[in-house]
C-alpha cells in the first residue's frame, strides 16, 4: 500500500456475526466463534500494515441483556483467546488491553485477562484494546465523577486522562461492518473527529481486501477537523 496515509488507530465495529450464522442456517454461536477467529486476522493485518493501535468492540454493555446461553458461548470464546492468543502476541509485540466493567464476567475468565494484560504490558509494538461490558455513555459518566471527585476544574484535555482509553490518541477510522451505520455507543467521545467508514460486509467475511479499502477511502479523505479546505489542520 505505496502512498497511502495510514491511521495510527482504528476501532471496529464487528457487527453481523449472528446474521451471517443464519444465513448459513448455523446457529449464532457459530457467527461469534467465526467472528472471534476473523478478529485475530483482521488484528493481524492491521498491525501488519504498520497501524499503532486497534480497538475492537467485543462486547457492550448492552449486549449483557442477551439470553444467558449465548453470553455463555460468548465467555467460553473469552477463555479460549485468552488462555491462547498469549504467545501470538508477545510474538508480534503487542500488548493487549481490556476496555469496560469486566467485573461482571466469570473469576476464571477475569483471571485471564488480568494474566495476559499482565505478561504483555511491556510490548511495544502495537496496542490492541478490546472493549468488553463496555459503553461509551457509562464511560463518560464515570468519567465525569471521577474528575468531580478530585475538586477541580478539567479541560478536554485533562479529562481525556479520566476515560478508558486515557492518554490514547482517538481512533483515526471508525470501520463498522454488518451494514448499519451508527456507532452504537462506541467510543463517542473519543470519535469526536474520527473518519467513519461502513460496509455490508458481514465480519465473518470481512478481509485484508477489505481493510485495505477502508485504509485506501481514509486516504483519500480530506480531514479538516473544522476547519476550511486549505487552513492548516
Known amino acids: 500500500m505505496k502512498d497511502i496515509r495510514l491511521p495510527v488507530h482504528i476501532g471496529f465495529i464487528m457487527d453481523g456475526n449472528g446474521r451471517w450464522a443464519r444465513r448459513r442456517m448455523r446457529p449464532r454461536a457459530f457467527g461469534h466463534k467465526a467472528g472471534v477467529q476473523n478478529m485475530i486476522k483482521v488484528c493481524n493485518y492491521a498491525f501488519e500494515l504498520g497501524v499503532r493501535i486497534v480497538t475492537v468492540y467485543a462486547l457492550s454493555t448492552e449486549n449483557l441483556s442477551r439470553p444467558q446461553e449465548e453470553l455463555d458461548e460468548l465467555f467460553d470464546l473469552f477463555r479460549n483467546y485468552f488462555g491462547k492468543k498469549k504467545g501470538k502476541l508477545l510474538e508480534m509485540d503487542v500488548k493487549l488491553n481490556v476496555l469496560g466493567d469486566v467485573s461482571v464476567l466469570p473469576a476464571d475468565v477475569q ?4 494474566e495476559i494484560t499482565e505478561d504483555t504490558r511491556h510490548c511495544t509494538a502495537g496496542l490492541l484494546n478490546i472493549c468488553i461490558n463496555y459503553g461509551s455513555r457509562q464511560e463518560i459518566v464515570r468519567a465525569v465523577n471521577a474528575a468531580v471527585a478530585t475538586g477541580r476544574f478539567v479541560d478536554e484535555s485533562s479529562f481525556k486522562d479520566f476515560l478508558s482509553t486515557g492518554s490514547l490518541p482517538d481512533p483515526d477510522l471508525i470501520i463498522r461492518t454488518g451494514g448499519e451505520m451508527r456507532l ?3 467510543l ?6 474520527s473518519e467513519l467508514y461502513f460496509t455490508d460486509r458481514m465480519w465473518p467475511e ?3 481486501r477489505d481493510l485495505e479499502k477502508a ?3 481514509f486516504s483519500a479523505r480530506d480531514r479538516r477537523y473544522g476547519n476550511v479546505r486549505g487552513d492548516k489542520a
Open 206 to 208: 470481512f478481509s485484508r
Open 184 to 186: 452504537s455507543n462506541f
Open 188 to 193: 463517542l467521545y473519543q470519535a469526536a473527529y
Open 111 to 114: 483471571q485471564c485477562i488480568a
Open 215 to 217: 485504509i485506501e477511502n
